[in-house]
């Protein structure tokens, strides 16, 4: 484990595993404190998230975060934390990645995101998996357009399960995770990861590579671990998250975020 020889200046935090607890829904105030201190120094905090539009814009509120951006989507929609408008939509054909799914996954229900009002359903979800308006739709409308993200959720089965059966099955123009608490895949358009997009960003803003910190638990972490200078994982979090990381620290259940944050921007 290295020591931090200089405060990074941009710290992207996933939300959902690491921010906030599963288990109880909710950011503990510790967690929400010590976020509040490094963005009150003058660290650009980046919410990095599989959530949409409207998942996000609560978290950066309760955070008190009203500058610079949010990657929602998993990197495919960029948002204007003071604003909570979209800046950016990156989208991609979702009619072949359906029909290779239900084939692969049988049974399985669809939410399809429509960036900032909700998702067009094949079956209800449970309201903290998809937020903001559900409205189901036949597969003729799921599919009509173009979308930053679609979920498949295999009910009643294992997310191992689901990885299992996706062996060896390709899917067109875009780039998939498997989550780890849920039986879901998550599919976004192809090249989009969140690493992908905090590249950008650090471009953008003429920051160092060595300026970057990363803090993640999930499939869907892991090129944002990569990307970072210095990352750390959940205490939680699957081998091969912990494994693409610099440090793991303790499990989300014990606000781990904190010591991670107080050991980098001291």
């Known amino acids: 484990m290295s020591d931090p020889a200089s405060k990074p200046q941009l710290a992207a935090l996933d939300v959902d595993g690491t ?17 509040r201190r490094i963005a009150d120094s003058g660290v650009h905090v980046v919410l990095a998230t599989g959530r949409s539009m409207l998942g996000t814009v609560p978290v950066l509120r309760e955070l008190e975060l009203h500058s610079g951006v949010a990657l929602c989507s998993n990197g495919a929609v960029t948002l204007d934390a003071a604003t909570g408008d979209a800046l950016a939509v990156e989208t991609f054909d979702p009619a ?14 669809f939410a399809a995101e429509q960036s900032g009002t909700g998702s067009l359903v094949t079956s209800p979800f449970r309201e903290y ?3 903001g308006p559900q409205r189901l739709a036949d597969l003729d409308e799921l599919v009509a357009e173009p979308v930053p993200r679609m979920i498949a959720q295999w009910e009643g089965q294992r997310p191992e399960e689901v ?13 998939i995770t498997v989550d780890h608490y849920e039986p879901w895949v998550t599919a976004v ?3 989009v990861t969140k690493g992908a997009a905090l590249e950008k960003l650090r471009t953008e803003l003429g920051l160092a590579v060595e300026d970057t910190f990363a803090a ?20 939680q979090a699957p081998v091969e998250v912990r494994t693409a990381a610099t440090e793991v620290t303790a499990p989300v259940a014990e606000d781990g975020l ?9």
């Open 216 to 235: 993640g638990d999930g499939s869907n972490d892991i090129q944002m671990l990569r990307w970072a200078a210095h990352s750390v994982a959940m205490g």
């Open 189 to 191: 358009p192809a090249g």
């Open 163 to 175: 990885a299992a059966a996706l062996v060896g099955v390709e899917l067109p123009n875009c780039t």
């Open 129 to 131: 998996q998809l937020h």
């Open 19 to 35: 921010l906030l607890d599963p288990e109880t829904q909710t950011i503990s105030p510790a967690v929400r404190d010590a976020v």
């Open 258 to 266: 904190v010591s991670a944050l107080a050991r980098w921007f001291r």
């Open 96 to 109: 072949p990645v359906h029909a290779r799914l239900a084939a692969a996954l049988p049974g399985v229900i």
